[in-house]
Structures are given as C-alpha cells and as structure tokens.
C-alpha cells in the first residue's frame, strides 16, 4: 500500500454536490472526498501512460489531515474526523470549572454518549420523533452549553475514544479553531461564454471561498491518502507495472504534481510505503470485540448506506451522533451526468451491540471498493463504549 502526501501550490475549492446558482456564494469543501482524490490519481496514469485508469485502484484510504511539523514537537501526526459525541463548549461554564486545575479546564472535554431507556425519567425517545431503529439517544449531564461541531482529532486523542475514555481538549481540533489548519480565500467568478470570450449573460457573476492550508513556523499541514492498487487490472499491467514497486518508481519519476478539484488546481505529492491498518495496528488502536460487547463505531469517511440506520454490520444499532448529511457528487460518464447520494458526514458514530464479530470485523477499516458508486466511502473503524446507568450529579 502506497501513501500519499499531498501539499497544495494553491488555493483549492472541494465542492459539496449542492446545486450551483449564478449570483450565490460557494464555500468550499474539506477536506476533499475519496473519490475525488482517488481521480486525481487517476487521472495521472491516464494521461502519462494512456490507458484507461478507471478501474487501476482497488481501495483508498482517506484523505485525513497530516501535520508534518509543529512548534511544540517534530513527530508527524495524522488527524481524523472529530467523533460527533465529542461537543463543543460555546461558553466554559463555572460548573465546569469548580475544584479543577487550570490545566484540567484546558483539557476538559464534553462527551456524550447513550443511556439505557429504563433509566429515563424526564426523557423517553418514544416520545419523540426517532425511528424505531433506535432506541435511545446521546445525552450530555451537566450545566453545559455545548453544541454539535466539525472537527478533527488526533492520533493520541482517538486512540483515547477508542478505549472509551474522553480525550483532552488539547487533542481536537473543533470548528472554531479551523483557521489554524486552513483559511478561505475568497474570490470573484465570472460566467463565460467560450466562443465569443466575453460574459454569457447579464448578472452571471458569483462568489467562491477557496481554502488554503496553513504552512507557518506554527504548522505545516498536508493531506496524507492510503491507496491500495488493483494489481490484476490489465491497463496497469499492460504498462509494466506489475506491483507496488513499480507504481512506486512510476510516481517517483517525472513531475510530482496532481490536479486537485474546481478549477484543476496543481497540488505536489511525495510517495510512500505504509499499509493504512498496520498504523492503526502499531499504535494499538486495532481492538477485539465479542458477542454482547457494546461499540462505538466511528465513520472516518462519508457513510452511504440504504437507509439512515446503517445496517449489515454485525450489530444492532442502539443510538447515533451525527453532524448530518453531505451531498456527494459523481461524474458517472463522458457525457457528464451526474450520480448523487446522500452520505453521513465522516465523525458520524453509530452506538451498537455486536450481535457477529466476524461481520463487524470484517467491516472495520475496510472502506466502500466503488460497489455503491463511491470508493473509499464506509470507511469505519471500532471502539468501546460504556452502556451504563445514568449518572446521579
């Protein structure tokens, strides 16, 4: 498996799938989705070998976020999604406060989680509007003002989630320190007619806010992709490259550059050798499950599935945290049109009772291979979770 860092020249513009109006604002994406890195890649092998590089990737991983550098360490560190059951505070309250230290109401994080419905009082979910596939929703105890947020989370903060702890604050990074990673660029467009080479029509104007990575004495950040090549696709092997060796000394040689989203922006790459689950594995983040055992499944990648409750994962779905949906988007032929889905937005966690560990093992960090039209969507790994009673202060 071959890794991918991916540094960015220039401004860049991801977009959602939402429909396009002359006159609107347009905000960019991030990070990007895996089929769209997964066609820059693509589309680099088509053009410098010729052949038809459709089908020459087998599974892909990310992207995530990678920090090569910071002002307190020079360890490389990759972010993930931000779980959504880790909330963000709107205002730090004095009840999170009272008999803490200042370095504990600096690493103070609300996390919430689902309770068993024999244990509600004031709150049953049969009183609401939750499908019947859930029985229960996350709950957050305590004078707090906290609400759902975007994010990312490291490493060492995830590895916390996963074992079912909390992890600090310092960990994660939520929405409203994202100008830390990127900032929006924004600019003006005009609607072109290409044959006269003058503006279409009257009021074809609009606005789009392209985002640029962070890269200062503070941090450098970068886009890091897993891919995993299809090695018994004959276009590749047609070319002489018969394994990963080969792709490794194709993607060495030449320009090192990929064209990235709207407007084809050029982005440098360098290349590597790491399978996705031995990191995982080395930091001891890959966990074992039983049958009865409660999880805590986390969608690191959009999640598209037949309904809103995932199904077919080896375990009965308890209650769900989600940021929403995210339209999704793909060319489908040469004739442009387009295939789209709705998707659970990556930091999705679905709470559950494994009912088959050999299913939901099977499931853990093994994203979509492009059978639901999105490859490297349903990217999911595991963790455990505590389904208690509720708590009395």
Known sequence: ML??????????????????????????????????????????????????SSMIIKRIFGPFLFRAKNNKTETPEIFFPKPANILEEKKTTQHCQDNKSEQEINDYTLCCKPYPRNNFKLLDSTNTNLTNELSSFPILFGKYKAELSEGFISSAGLAKWLQGEVPPKREIIFSKDQNKIFEFDSRLGIKQDFDSGTVAEEDALYRINFLQLANDWESDWELITFVEFDFENSELTKSGLENENDVLEFLNSGIKVLKLGGEMRVANFTVGTENFANYFSRLELLLNFQVGDYVQILLLSPGIFDGFVPRNLGVEVISMATNGYSNVGIIKDKFYNKTMQKALKPGTVIFAKVIDESKLKNINLN???????????????????????????
């Open 367 to 393: 994203p979509s291979t492009g059978e639901n039209g999105f490859i490297g969507s349903n990217l999911m790994i595991t963790g455990r979770f505590s389904y208690e009673t509720i708590p009395h202060n």
């Open 3 to 52: 890794t991918l860092k991916i540094k960015p020249f220039d401004v860049l513009f991801f977009g959602s799938g939402k429909p396009f109006n002359i006159g609107s604002v347009v905000h960019s994406t991030f990070p990007p989705m895996p089929h769209t890195i997964a066609g820059a890649i693509s589309a680099k092998f088509k053009y410098e070998l010729k052949i038809d």
